[in-house]
């Protein structure tokens, strides 16, 4: 692997120059100029380079993922309940990113939040990224395509149901691009749309929507324990 292709993979994680160099025993003055031109390659096709993505462990409970792509979650069974959460990173400049996050309903109603995009310094992604999923019980690094799955799939998944993404969504759609190619996940709770009330939702509206193009047999519905 040479030098350059290095600092590509330590920037995919979301280190800074300077923690690159240390890295890599290497002067911060011999990195520098490898980082912009890898910035610049990605600058060349008109989107900002994906310095990286994450998602919350848990990730796949209750979903159908194509076997084939290889995506992993490291705890199944981590009791999400349907509620995925996803963070991306793309460069912003030399040494601060855009940053946005999202919060998707995979059962049922697709993106029901999202934060951002926010600019903020190389350094303090960490704490940032530590904040966004401290509600679970961990998180792990995520490739594009499976972060492009999980949003904008749940979000025709969700149309298909009647529900629109929150408004909060378009200020950092173009975060995860255009979704290409055959679906690789089937939402719903085991193939069949699950409603699970959560605080600020209107069940009835909710209700009313689902029971619009489906019948009461055709999904489920789940109120929160007292």
Same mark, same amino acid.
């Given at each position: ?5 290095? /600092? ?26 490898? /980082?912009?031109?890898? !910035? !610049? ?38 009791? %999400? ?6 963070? /991306? ?29 926010? /600019? ?47 408004? !909060? ?34 069940? !009835? ?14 999904? %489920? ?6």
């Amino acid at each position: 692997m040479t030098l350059k292709d290095q /600092v590509r993979e330590l920037r995919l994680q979301g280190k800074s120059p300077k923690e690159i160099a240390r890295a890599l025993k290497v002067a911060p003055s011999v990195v520098a100029p490898l /980082v912009r031109e890898i !910035a !610049a390659e990605t600058a060349g096709t008109g989107e900002a380079e994906v310095v990286g993505c994450w998602i919350n462990v848990g990730w796949s409970e209750g979903l159908l993922v194509d076997q084939a792509r290889g995506w992993v979650d490291k705890e199944p069974a981590a009791g %999400t309940g349907g509620m995925v959460s996803v963070l /991306v990173a793309r460069r912003h400049s030399w040494d601060r990113l855009r940053v946005g996050g999202f919060l998707a309903d995979v059962y049922c109603m697709g993106v029901k939040n999202a934060i951002g995009p926010d /600019v903020i310094d190389d350094r303090f992604l960490s704490e940032f990224r530590e904040y966004f999923f401290s509600d679970y019980p961990g998180w792990q690094e995520a490739p594009f395509e499976l972060v492009q799955h999980l949003v904008l799939g749940s979000i025709d998944y969700a149309r298909g149901l009647g529900f629109e993404p929150d408004s !909060a969504f378009e200020a950092g759609a173009d975060l995860l691009g255009t979704l290409d190619g055959d679906p690789a996940i089937t939402f719903g709770r085991d193939g069949k749309p699950h409603y699970v009330e959560f605080p600020g939702d209107d069940p !009835a509206k909710v209700l009313r929507t689902l029971r619009h193009t489906l019948t009461d047999d055709q999904f %489920t519905h789940t109120t929160p324990a007292h």
